[in-house]
């Protein structure tokens, strides 16, 4: 009798951890986003990149999240292939994200300085109307080309990075040991904060401030 107690309150308690680690599992799978209370957490996006608010309502970071692209950077028939880091699909979101934002930051701020006034000098420069219309101009004078050139060695730079990356360097998303001020050295993870923050308020002003050039174009920043 005594025996078949300790076996029924033994059962008891292994039943019991079970469904206490089934309630915990369930409850960390139904996590709610931070950004989007009504919509689930998306596992890619637990917290640990800065900025990271687990908005993602089309669930874009669920897209190959296991696929480590390292072997697309580094195939295998390469001499140098081993060793390799992975580099999963949400760096690859990151890096993207990053750079756009800093593009698009800088968009920005020129095209305000130009529809302010601010040109280079030379007549070429001085003849553009407005930041709209220097698109056009800019292709009919070749200085489009000259930008184009630009824009590949910086492409160029980014997959060196990124191949490294893909090496096992450690480098990190958008990194590329910029930082003539020091900035980065006082709060490390606040700048990067600050920057994804910026980068994504620029992305949606550049969309914003090109759609009201294009629909109002006899009028200039700030469109009013």
């Not at 596992?43 to 669930?59: H, V, Y």
């Not at 081993?82 to 690859?92: C, S």
């Not at 450690?170 to 590329?176: A, D």
């Not at 709060?187 to 980068?199: L, Q, V």
Request: neutral net charge.
């Amino acid at each position: 009798m005594f025996r078949s107690v300790i076996l029924l309150c033994t059962v008891s308690i292994v039943c019991a951890f079970n469904n206490a680690k089934v309630s915990i599992k369930s409850t960390s799978l139904n996590a709610k986003s931070k950004s989007v209370p009504f919509l689930d957490q998306p596992k890619a996006l637990d917290g640990t990149l800065p900025g990271d608010a687990g908005f993602d309502p089309l669930g874009l970071s669920s897209l190959w999240a296991d696929k480590d692209w390292s072997q697309q950077i580094v195939p295998d028939i390469w001499p140098e292939a081993a060793p390799r880091t992975p580099i999963k699909t949400i760096d690859w979101f990151r890096e993207s994200e990053v750079k756009h934002g800093r593009i698009a930051m800088l968009a920005v701020l020129g095209w305000v300085a130009v529809d302010s006034g601010l040109r280079f000098p030379g007549d070429a420069f001085s003849a553009v109307p407005s930041s709209f219309a220097a698109h056009d101009l800019s292709v009919k004078n070749g200085s489009m080309g000259f930008l184009l050139f630009v824009v590949s060695i910086l492409e160029l730079i980014n997959g060196a990075a990124i191949y490294d990356q893909a090496k096992g360097s450690g480098r990190e998303p958008g990194q590329f040991l910029f930082d003539p001020l020091g900035l980065g050295k006082k709060s490390k993870d606040g700048y990067k904060t600050n920057e994804i923050k910026n980068g994504r308020l620029a992305m949606l002003a550049f969309a914003g401030i090109v759609t009201q050039a294009a629909v109002f174009p006899e009028k200039s920043f700030p469109f009013l």
